[in-house]
Nanobody, 124 residues
Framework: QVHLVESGGGSVQAGGSLRLSCAASGRTFSSSAMGWFRQAPGEEREFVST????????YYVDSVKGRFTISRDNAKNTVYLQMNSLKPEDTAVYYCAGSTAKVATTRTWEYLYWGQGTQVTVSS
């Protein structure tokens, strides 16, 4: 069992930065791939980024490549999403998720554990 709590969301102007954190409880965190997803109003939840259990492999959706960076600190049971050069289209609720696998994965159905979400609002 893994319990996830996100923090770090907020409101920023376009071009600004935010760092999301996801604190995990549970013994399996350090052996699980982690991911970030987001959901804008009226839209389906979409994959944003994923990181393998060692942190050695990461993937990003094309729209955030070069602007977002995912990382993890297994000693602190925490995964991060550094978001730079934010755009209004990044506005969404961001969810942290824990996978049942060790390898980084973009497949939503491989994520068993989900946080409650944190709101990110980017104004133009």
């Amino acid at each position: 069992q893994v319990h996830l709590v996100e923090s770090g969301g907020g409101s920023v102007q376009a071009g600004g930065s935010l760092r999301l954190s996801c604190a995990a409880s549970g013994r399996t965190f350090s052996s699980s791939a982690m991911g970030w997803f987001r959901q804008a109003p009226g839209e389906e939840r979409e994959f944003v980024s994923t990181i393998s259990w060692t942190g050695g492999t990461t993937y990003y959706v094309d729209s955030v490549k070069g602007r977002f960076t995912i990382s993890r600190d297994n000693a602190k049971n925490t995964v991060y999403l550094q978001m730079n050069s934010l755009k209004p289209e990044d506005t969404a609720v961001y969810y942290c998720a824990g996978s049942t696998a060790k390898v980084a994965t973009t497949r939503t159905w491989e994520y068993l554990y989900w946080g409650q979400g944190t709101q990110v609002t980017v104004s133009s």
